[in-house]
């Protein structure tokens, strides 16, 4: 299973650079019709918001793998022993966990309800479906990888989310 995800981790990562590029490709390509042609592509904008609601959503997957989510780590710093690290882990992984497995249930009722409505975007004409299916897919990836996360963390695989030299800069 974890050579599954760290491949799955080179997916999502070309997934999202090449939908970055995309996006900016869009961008510019309206600013040039705009500036040069005085013109403007009715779909571009919307569709650039919502390649960016799944990169924003997606990219939150990535950002845990690399330990690079928004935190506090001042509580670290109070306890230097490496075993209250690893229960502060657990206790924030089971939180985040709890968290996200409700995003993946409230995100089903949200697709549910939206399919049930034919809710279809204003400019495209996009069933909106796909722009918020963001928010159950990218739980439902958080969720397996703090699953993982944690199975590390209480077998010792992994050591606490910070390491010795973050706490000695703080």
Known sequence: MRNFLKKFNKIEEI????SLVINVAIVFMQVIMRYFFNTSLAWSE???RYIFIWQVWLGSS???VDNQHIRVDLIF???KSK?????LHLIINIIWLTFNV?????GIKLLKSMSARNALSSGMRLPLVYVYSALPVSSFILVFRIFFDTIDTITGKKEGI???EE???I
Do not use: G, M, P
Request: proline share 0%; hydrophobic share 55%; aromatic share 14%.
């Open 102 to 106: 409700f995003l993946v249930y409230v």
């Open 46 to 48: 919307e569709l650039s």
């Open 162 to 164: 910070i390491n010795n």
């Open 83 to 87: 075993k209250v690290h690893k229960i």
């Open 62 to 64: 990535i950002a845990y």
């Open 167 to 169: 706490i000695e800069e």
């Open 15 to 18: 997934v999202l650079v090449s």
């Open 77 to 79: 710093s109070i306890f």
